[in-house]
């Protein structure tokens, strides 16, 4: 897709989907064969449920239909929501990942699996598994140091917990806030 068709799809589009208190996170058009995919991904802090893609598409056809952005050839409209592993690239991804593990590979060439514990405008706090029997560790790592970041997906956590607690964040942030003090 054009950059010149992307920002007028953008243009056109961000209003009617910021209207639904969704955040339009990606605009992609590509082939299938004859017809013409237009792919527009949304996302919310409480996620985005089947209706409200449903809706949306609905909105977004209409509103195509009344412009030219997307010409006179066919194609298929899909309106979707990131997935699970979807790659972590602004602040409110972090944000929204918060208690969810992350794969984080670093511009040094390491990599790290962590949960995100928080996320400020920095970098996120994080508490590193433990292994074979050991504790966790806290660390905090700065958004300049991350190359790529994507979710993991976890089909049981071992502790059995399916989210940190307040208090589990506070003592995280203790015990980062210390180590930063050593």
């Known amino acids: 897709m054009s950059t010149t068709?992307?920002?007028?799809?953008?243009?056109?589009?961000?209003?009617?989907?910021?209207a639904k208190d969704l955040d339009l996170e990606e605009i992609e058009v590509s082939r299938a064969g004859r017809r013409?995919?237009?792919?527009?991904?949304v996302d919310s802090d409480e996620g985005v449920e089947l209706d409200a893609c449903a809706e949306l598409s609905?909105?977004?056809s209409e509103l195509l239909d009344e412009s030219d952005a997307m010409g006179e050839d066919?194609?298929?409209?899909?309106?979707?929501?990131p997935g699970a592993e979807r790659?972590?690239?602004e602040l409110r991804h972090y944000r929204r990942a918060t208690g969810r593990?992350?794969?984080l590979q670093l511009h040094d060439g390491g990599e790290v699996v962590a949960r995100i514990i928080e996320a400020d405008e920095e970098g996120i706090d994080t508490e590193i598994p433990g292994v074979?029997?050991?504790k966790p560790t806290a660390r905090r790592i700065a958004f300049a140091e991350i190359a790529k970041a994507r979710v993991e997906i976890e089909f049981s956590r071992k502790d059995g917990k399916n989210e940190i607690t307040q208090d589990d964040r506070d003592d995280i942030?203790?015990?980062?806030?210390?180590?930063?003090?050593?």
């Not at 068709?5 to 910021?18: A, C, F, I, K, N």
């Not at 013409?36 to 991904?41: E, Q």
């Not at 066919?74 to 929501?81: A, G, P, R």
């Open 58 to 60: 609905r909105a977004v």
């Open 74 to 81: 066919e194609y298929v409209l899909e309106v979707t929501s």
């Open 132 to 134: 074979k029997g050991r």
């Open 173 to 182: 942030l203790n015990d980062i806030q210390n180590e930063e003090e050593a």
């Open 87 to 89: 790659p972590l690239t």
């Open 36 to 41: 013409r995919v237009l792919r527009i991904v």
């Open 101 to 103: 593990l992350a794969r």
């Open 5 to 18: 068709q992307s920002d007028r799809l953008r243009g056109l589009l961000e209003p009617l989907v910021s």
